[in-house]
Every structure is written in C-alpha cells, then in structure tokens.
T-cell receptor
Framework: AAGVIQSPRHLIKEKRETATLKCYPIPRHDTVYWYQQGPGQDPQFLISFYEKMQSDKGSIPDRFSAQQFSDYHSELNMSSLELGDSALYFC?????????????FGNGTRLTVT | DAKTTQPPSMDCAEGRAANLPCNHSTISGNEYVYWYRQIHSQGPQYIIHGLKNNETNEMASLIITEDRKSSTLILPHATLRDTAVYYCIVRGYHQGGSEKLVFGKGTKLTVNP
C-alpha cells in the first residue's frame, strides 16, 4: 500500500539559510500534519491542514510557514535557520471525513543545520 | 499537554507477551485511546485504537478498563523487532478535519533474546 512520502530524506543547511520540506500524503487523504522531533525528544506537533486550509497550529516558529496545495501535497518552509532547528521532521496524513481516522506517518526528513 | 502516563521503560523476553500499561484518568467520553510505536528514528507507526471496547488486530490487542481510565497494549508474542518506544495517546474530536496526536514520553520497550 502507498505510504506518506517525504523529501528529501536528508538535508544539510547552514545557519540563516532557508529550507523547504515536501510531503506527499497517502492518495485520497485530505489532512496533513507536520511534526518536529529534536534529538532525544518526542514528536512535537507543528501545524496541520484540512482541505488545503490550516486547521490547527502548535508550537511552530514564526520563521516557519506551510501550505497544502490543490493536489494535497504539503510543503514546510523554514527560513533564517538556527542550529536548534536541527531535527527530524515528520509528515502524517489521514483519511477524509473520518475524525478518528489514524494518522499515518512518513519516515521523515532529517535536517541538519551547521 | 499529553493526557497519559506510561512507565518510562520495560523489558520483555522474546516470544513472551508484552503488556504495556497506560493511565488516562482524565479521558473524556468522546476521546479515543491510540497506540503508536517508533522504532529508532523512523516515523511513528500506528498500532491500534479504541473507544471503550477491547480491540484486536494483526499487531496487538488493546484492553480498556470499564471506567476508561486506563488501558493495556498487548503484544502477544514479542520479537526483537518490537523493540521501540510505545506511545499511548488520548485523541479527541476536531471540528473540520481530524484531531492531531499529542505525544507524551512513551515507554521504551526492550525485547531481549
């Protein structure tokens, strides 16, 4: 079965640079979620989109923005990168019209800021 | 904030059942109990979820107490590949789309040969 696809798998950036992470949800899933997981930490919710509109927001820095496109894929844009942004970034998706549809996660993008 | 309490770590012998407890004493009537696991640096993997009835699938069983204040995830025959951090998550209903998951600390399960 198709899973959530994230690209790139690994990304190395320098401080103050920008980065764009992409997420392709499972086909016909309309809700996308972004999570950040720092070293030794648990996944922290950043933001979610439902039908291309932002549906919920967590502890996402103002330097970060995200959107969901007409084909339901999503991009997380990160500017003015800081060393503390080094983390695993996971995207997840869930089925439409089912509030308790499980989230299915991709294998993440590992961002390293040097 | 996470609404669940789990032991930080547990050990289990390979081939034996692993029983992972979770307390969620403040759970509301429309909130589900979800279990996920995360094998080192991989994306969290969905295991099972339930509202009030016990549930079973090909991966595990979920036992929820009658008062719904606690639950137990059972891996019937643990293997070395089940070594992971297991997260018990209480998830509510979100108007418009689906509610996010809020991860707590989880239980680090180590399956020993």
């Amino acid at each position: 079965a198709a899973g959530v696809i994230q690209s790139p798998r690994h990304l190395i950036k320098e401080k103050r640079e920008t980065a764009t992470l992409k997420c392709y949800p499972i086909p016909r899933h309309d809700t996308v979620y972004w999570y950040q997981q720092g070293p030794g930490q648990d996944p922290q919710f950043l933001i979610s989109f439902y039908e291309k509109m932002q549906s919920d927001k967590g502890s996402i820095p103002d330097r970060f923005s995200a959107q969901q496109f007409s084909d339901y894929h999503s991009e997380l844009n990160m500017s003015s990168l800081e060393l503390g942004d080094s983390a695993l970034y996971f995207c997840a998706s869930s089925k439409p019209g089912q509030p308790n549809s499980p989230l299915h996660f991709g294998n993440g993008t590992r961002l390293t800021v040097t | 904030d996470a609404k669940t309490t789990q032991p930080p770590s547990m050990d289990c012998a390979e081939g034996r059942a692993a029983n992972l407890p979770c307390n969620h004493s403040t759970i509301s009537g429309n909130e589900y109990v979800y279990w996920y696991r995360q094998i080192h640096s991989q994306g969290p993997q969905y295991i099972i979820h339930g509202l009030k009835n016990n549930e079973t699938n090909e991966m595990a069983s979920l036992i929820i107490t009658e008062d719904r204040k606690s639950s137990t995830l059972i891996l019937p025959h643990a293997t070395l590949r089940d070594t992971a951090v297991y997260y018990c998550i209480v998830r509510g209903y979100h108007q418009g789309g689906s509610e996010k998951l809020v991860f707590g600390k989880g239980t680090k399960l180590t399956v020993n040969p």
